[in-house]
């Protein structure tokens, strides 16, 4: 059974940083396209940033373009994100996400696997 457990998320003032951690369980990493996305409240979960089977990095938001980057240590099972310059539009609940696929894709419905999500708050 594929599980994911999301972590690193919290309060953190504006401009400060983070760093999240998708610690897969039940499977191999390599075998997966990984994406992380976002939900704020009252909106629609977006994707963020993806990282393919072989280590391919597609940007899927312009909002977050040169402040988070992506990662992946396939040894620890483990994919990354960090997130610098972090503003108070950035507060959501943030989930990695798991695809078969070789390719990313910013669409929810692609990702058959998903974490719980760990909140991140962006508040002075």
């Known amino acids: 059974q594929l599980q994911f457990v999301e972590s690193g998320g919290g309060l953190v003032q504006p401009g400060g940083s983070l760093r999240l951690s998708c610690a897969a369980s039940g499977f191999t990493l390599d075998g997966y396209t990984i994406g992380w996305f976002r939900q704020a409240p009252g909106k629609e979960r977006e994707g963020l940033l993806c990282?393919?089977?072989?280590?391919?990095?597609?940007n899927l938001a312009d909002s977050v373009n040169g402040r988070f980057t992506i990662s992946r240590d396939n040894a620890k099972k483990t994919v990354f994100l960090e997130m610098n310059s972090l503003k108070p539009e950035d507060t959501a609940v943030y989930y990695c996400?798991?695809?078969?696929?070789?390719?990313?894709?910013?669409?929810?419905?692609?990702?058959?696997?998903w974490g719980q999500g760990t909140q991140v708050t962006v508040s002075s």
């Open positions: 996400a798991a695809s078969a696929s070789h390719f990313c894709s910013r669409y929810v419905s692609e990702y058959p696997y």
């Open positions: 990282i393919t089977r072989s280590g391919g990095i597609v």
